[in-house]
């Protein structure tokens, strides 16, 4: 992995024994400055500080009384947030689907699960800067693109299953074996 030295941390938890882990983990991979936050709006609050860069920001999802997840958020959408295209890692213990998807569609960037291993930690500090994902701007979401894949041979506009066909196209000429959207019901 390239260094990194240059890159300044923003850790968010409301743990300090798994804030001193995570610190010695990034400290141990180069990292020369991590910031500390117990929560979500200390965390903002260093954000705001106009001396103060952040390249990356590391946040535990349950925090009180503003959790990673409204952090996330608040970073991706409030008017009056430094960058919202700030590379955000959850590091939490609940790693269940529905918890990845909440966290997803705040507009987390990454996601690593506790305990957290120093080479997870790394892989997603690696997968943020080496392979960012564009961002995208939609009425009910601002964030990374969540597609993981770009799929290059790809030519028309739906990208899903349960896409709805423009009205314009028809069944004719459909292969047979291949089930239309009344069939999904």
């Known amino acids: 992995m390239s260094s990194l030295k240059a890159i300044q ?4 938890d ?3 024994h798994m804030r001193s882990i995570a ?3 990034l400290q141990s991979a180069g990292v020369r400055t991590v910031l500390e936050a117990a929560d979500g709006a200390a965390g903002l609050e260093i954000l705001r500080d106009p001396s103060l860069t952040v ?5 535990d999802f349950n925090m009180f009384p503003l959790d990673g997840v409204e952090f996330t958020r608040l970073v991706r959408t409030s008017p ?3 960058n919202p295209y700030l590379p955000i890692i959850m590091m939490t213990g609940h790693s269940e689907k529905s918890r990845v998807y909440e966290a997803r569609d705040a507009g987390v960037t990454e996601f690593v699960v506790k305990p957290i291993t120093a080479k997870a930690v790394l892989d997603r500090i690696h997968a943020v800067i080496m392979r960012p994902r564009d961002f995208v701007k939609h009425d009910s979401y601002f964030g990374p693109d969540r597609r993981r894949t770009n799929t290059v041979n790809y030519t028309g506009p739906l990208r899903r299953a349960d896409d ?3 009205e314009d196209q028809t069944d004719e000429g459909a292969d047979e074996g291949t089930p239309d959207a009344s069939d999904a019901a």
């Open 9 to 12: 941390v923003l850790l968010i």
């Open 14 to 16: 409301d743990n300090q």
């Open 23 to 25: 610190a010695a983990v």
């Open 55 to 59: 390249d990356l920001a590391i946040v």
């Open 80 to 82: 009056d947030t430094n």
């Open 164 to 166: 709805v066909q423009p």
